[in-house]
């Protein structure tokens, strides 16, 4: 019985479900947006969106004093029959015979109007841009790509977990971390004593990755992910970074090679790919449509990819170098690759993804698995073509005393970590994991170069609004 | 191709797949946990566990020299052949014929201790709680919860969205809010100046509910939802409350009546009681076992829930309390309901989960919509036996004047709350919509009490670990 409740009986069906659904010439009662009007001499038509599919359902209205009262931008409540359309470009129909607007919109003075609009000023009108259909689109994009990496990782056998966003650590050591207080404990009357009263007994930031919580639960559950906020506070304004973003990440217990976690990601994203195609197709069709479905169409189809270690990326860049000379960095081992050497490799080197593997520990944070060499770590970053990095991984030190070395080598608060090696101490196990920018993977998908188009309400450096 | 890949070739199978899958007297290698071990004279067995599900699997060792190096907690690569169990309690088993202890565990100085361990030790232990049946019971009921949840907003077609953590509004104005302020713009730069210099430009918080931004986006999706962590800075110790919670919250458009939004409500608990049975049963079995499964099945099976108006609730008190005089607060129109007043209407008045309606509008937030009768807005609480309210939610007040009119009685700044009311201005349309406590629904369908074990690493005033 709760089984036809929940199908759909509770709610009218959304535009999506009237255009997918099998039934015509039934009368419906359609909610939802004017996203245009054409009146000609006996007849109009409107599209009218209510957010629930890329395409609009077409309305047609004969009855001239109805139509009358249809600007872009409101809110309607139509009824009619849904019927076979002749015309192009649309299966389905609504014959229009009632028309209500609950809510008016002034078209000389609504924010969103026809023309094309900047990105910029859309960032300016957060709270109407998911109205337009570039955004909305972006929207199920993220809610498709989710979903899809859910039934992937639970077909694995994962469980999906929730780690704190409050925390006590700063998982990369990097420092660019925000400060949570309590907003009563105010600071002006920090003024009369050395530290601020703590809400938490001791300082609280907000989560940088959710890796260090999921180790500890992956001692326990064996394979777990999460898709958790965490937050950077980086001035630095590039089209790759947000203060606050998504990141998919996941831990699995008793994995032995760095080979074993790439296999894992190349899976999760080659199906992250073909589950979001519909949307790659229609983003394809739109203003900066880059060629998106190509690259998308080799990284998906290309088995399995390239597997690069660190040392020879190098040593590839090098020689790249020696003849071109086209890079403003020298590449050297022991340095980071930069961005233009990351790019060649994935674009020019290999024309796909690629996993560089291996990197030299003093490159990396403390927590990698140090390979037998002494001098590199068990450890990917995944390059793709048009975007860069798009995740990273490793194994993890499983290894007390190795592990113990490497705090003390960067110079960590063991005290602070006394939980993390402690789960070394019983019952540890070899394993590894990986993060995923989700807002990169989205950007990446559907060619939208700058990841502040890429989530509903984004969030950087001097910029916060709603 | 990709399909066979993700359906569980890349990693082996969990125990769970095992023993849910048809094969037997097939060689595998399980990985896990030895969680048990009864030495016999001619075999041991040990229970092995890697937290993928209720049951661990049973492992008999017949040769004496294999058996010895098994410790509790200690992490275990065995390899054997999985046959039909002749025992009682388990259908398969494992015939060990090899034993890898990957990571040791003293039993001596183990935290984990096979006698019953005390929750506030294990809230102390949060790095190793998980590894207990009940935590990782828990965990999987979220899992399954969350999972529940977004199939049945999804077959509504509700659009599953990410809403902003750090926010610069404070949606229910109660002030119990975290601040965020970046670690390196640090405090005492700030003694020089009046003000801490602002990351985002302007004082930023912790989110204590995605309402307000959720209307936005369901002003273009029409339907949206989101299971997302909110922030209350409260000091009171409740086992009700913490400071870092999961919010199920939904907002849907043209939706006219508050009895709508909770029909909606109810399909999607009921549903969740429903997916969620298994785990119910599992926790009945454990220590504290209340009525978990009898108030379960009540409420599952009783349609519709009751719907009770706020004025009806109080006449009811009211008669109840000149007639018995058990409540220590006088139940009176436009107080709040207490506790008990709620504890009351649920578990003795109705003995069912029940929707209280139209409170006055000087008891809620500014958003509420108002009644034609000018006092009341079109809201309600779902108070539910065994826990107290459960849920809660409203038609928003769509009508610009009547919620400046309001943002006025509440004397809160107009200007902060611009976009909000713009939302109105231009396309607006009737809407609703509702928040769910997630640690709340954990601890109702596993009748563990406290929410701090309903969460894998709680945070609540003066405590947080790891």
Known sequence: MLGRVASGSILPPTIRQLLSGSATDVRVKVNGWVQSVRRQKNVTFAVISDGSSTQGLQAVIRDGSLAEVLTNGASVSLGGTLTHSLGKGQDKELRVEEVQVVGECDPATYPIQKQALTMEYLRDNCHFRARTSRI?????????????????????????????????????????????????????????TDKPSEFFGHPAYLTVSSQLHL?????????????????????SQTSRHLSEFWMLEAEWAFTQTVNDVCSVVEAAVKDGITKTQAHSRTFAEGPSSPRILEYLHTASSTAPWTRLSYTDAVSELSKYQASARKFQFEPAWGKPLQSEHERWL???????????????????????????????????????????????????????????????????????????????????????????????????ISGVENVRECIAVPRWAGRMLL
């Open 136 to 192: 909305s689109e972006m929207l199920r994009l993220r809610a498709t790509s989710s979903d899809a990496f859910q039934k992937f990782f639970n077909s694995l056998g994962f469980c999906y977990v929730h780690t704190p966003i409050v925390t006590s650590s700063d998982c990369e050591g990097a420092g660019e971390t925000f400060r949570v207080i309590s907003a009563i404990s105010d600071l002006s009357s920090e003024k009369d």
């Open 215 to 235: 180790e500890a639960l992956a001692t326990a559950l064996s394979r777990v992910y999460t898709l958790s906020p965490c937050f950077r506070a980086e001035r």
């Open 346 to 444: 994935a674009e020019e080197l290999v024309k796909a993804p690629v996993f560089v593997t291996d990197y030299p520990a003093s490159l990396k944070p403390f927590y990698m698995r140090l390979n037998d060499d002494d001098k590199t770590v068990a450890c990917f970053d995944l390059l793709v073509p048009h975007l860069g990095e798009l995740a990273g991984g490793s194994l993890r030190e499983e290894r007390s005393e190795l592990l113990n070395n490497a705090l003390e080598r960067q110079e960590l608060d063991k005290a602070q970590y006394g939980w993390y090696t402690e789960l070394r101490k019983y019952g540890g196990a070899p394993h590894g994991g990986f993060g995923l920018g989700f807002e990169r993977f989205i950007s990446w």
